[in-house]
């Protein structure tokens, strides 16, 4: 907290574009008003995402030369083909929605997780965005996963829970 808290010098703030932390009151007290004024709500979009609260820089620019938006069926191009793993064979069990969105339904808790895997070019982009969402107010956490590979190495290996009503 002492990083965050408005005497110190709050300069390296100023290349942070994104900034998620766990707070914890009831150790430390005001813990999170001190978090919520190094991140004003001018500056900063404010999310939840389970115990962790998420700060992403409004005013993020980015290169002129970046290309269109990635989308599931590229206009003017073929689609990806998907490999399936563990979906459920049921017509919701992987549902292309249009050409950005898919819904690809979580299996039974025990059973092997239901994934998905393509091959895309994210030549030229610096960022990937995803909208990740429960839409039933009564459905169980489910975890989702995204993996980036190089043909040499993994860059990205995160994980995030995700509950009933929520969305990130």
Not at 7 to 15: A, D
Not at 41 to 70: A, W
Not at 109 to 119: L, M, T, V
Request: charged content about 25%; glycine content about 4%.
């Amino acid at each position: 907290m002492e990083l965050l808290d408005q005497s110190s010098n709050l300069s390296w703030l100023h290349g942070v574009n994104v900034f998620s932390i766990e707070t914890h009151d009831r150790f430390r007290d005001n813990s999170t008003t001190t978090v919520l004024a190094a991140f004003p709500e001018d500056k900063f979009h404010r999310s939840q995402s389970g115990e962790f609260l998420v700060f992403s820089r409004k005013d993020v620019t980015t290169p002129d030369n970046l290309p269109d938006i990635i989308r599931i069926s590229p206009r003017g191009s073929k689609s990806l083909s998907f490999e399936r793993k563990n979906v459920n064979g049921a017509h919701w069990g992987f549902m292309a929605i249009n050409d950005q969105k898919f819904q690809l339904h979580p299996n039974e808790p025990g059973e092997p997780p239901a994934s998905i895997h393509f091959e895309i070019s994210l030549s030229g982009h610096s960022r990937i965005c995803a909208r990740i969402s429960l839409e039933s107010d009564k459905a169980q956490p489910v975890v989702f996963k995204i993996i980036l590979k190089t043909d040499q190495k993994t860059i990205l290996n995160s994980e995030q829970v995700v509950y009933a009503s929520f969305e990130i």
